[in-house]
Every structure is written in C-alpha cells, then in structure tokens.
C-alpha cells in the first residue's frame, strides 16, 4: 500500500498550510487595525496606509492559495482513506473536477505523482506569499525608527 501512504503523507504536509494561513491571518487583521487607525482619531500617513494595504494584499493573495491547499489536502486525505478505489475515485475525482469548471474537460488523466508535486507545489507558493508578508512586516518594523525621523 504504497500509494495508501504517499496519499496520507501529501495530505498530511498540505494540512500544514493551515499554519501557514493563520499566521498570515493574523499578519492580516493587524495590518488592516493599523490601516484603519485614523477613523478611530489617529493621525493619517499616506505611507503607513500605503504599506497597511500592501500587508493587506499579500494577505489575501496568501489565502487564495490557503483555500486551494486546503481543498487538495481534503481530496488526497478522501482518496487515501481507499486505496483500493483509488482507479475509480480517479476518474469520478476528474470528472467532477470537469463538471465545476476547475480542470479542463477531456483531460487526460495525470498519475498520482504528478498530482502530488502539483499540489506540493501550491503549498510552496502559499509559503512564498507568507514570507514575502512576513518580510515587508520586518521591514517595516525596522524601517519604522527611520521613518519617524524623516516624517
């Protein structure tokens, strides 16, 4: 049952994402409190909203790709639980798929590999949209001592 556990390990490192997402959450939320400061009587800078937005962004970017991890985890982590369906579940899994638009009808049916470096490969992306979040938040930490002298 080496397929069996190749499903259960992929699903297990795309559930990971979820981590990912609610850390960038959270990065999120404070960059749109930060942003939104002035309606609660806090002086506006232009360049405080300007890089709130940009953490905003990059935020909802990152759950774009947080949803789509999150919907390959759940699949691989079904077909997992039955592998010796897995043929079958296969074929309904790209028919579906065609049905709601989300592949190409008359796609030729990929190996399971193939899948999961598909899939592995959006976790990735999810993780690079974090940290580049998580490096304009340090940046802007950082920077922030210099933009108080000069502003």
């Not at 069996?4 to 990912?20: F, K, T, W, Y």
């Not at 960059?31 to 360049?47: I, M, N, R, S, V």
């Not at 790209?94 to 959006?122: C, F, I, K, T, V």
Request: proline letters at 6%.
């Amino acid at each position: 049952m080496a397929a069996e556990m190749h499903l259960h390990v992929v699903a297990s490192l795309l559930r990971r994402g979820r981590s990912l997402d609610c850390l960038s959450s959270g990065l999120t939320l404070l960059a749109l409190l930060l942003g939104l400061a002035p309606l609660l009587g806090a002086a506006a800078q232009p360049l405080n909203a300007l890089l709130c937005a940009l953490l905003v962004t990059l935020g909802l970017i990152e759950k774009y790709w947080a949803l789509r991890v999150a919907l390959d985890a759940e699949l691989f982590q079904r077909l997992a639980a039955a592998p010796e369906q897995l043929p079958s579940r296969t074929a309904e899994l790209d028919q579906a798929l065609a049905q709601l638009g989300l592949q190409p009808p008359g796609m030729p049916a990929r190996p399971w590999d193939e899948r999961s470096r598909g899939a592995l490969r959006l976790l990735r992306l999810q993780a690079l949209w974090l940290l580049t979040q998580l490096l304009l938040a340090g940046l802007i930490i950082l920077g922030l001592p210099w933009l108080s002298i000069t502003g």
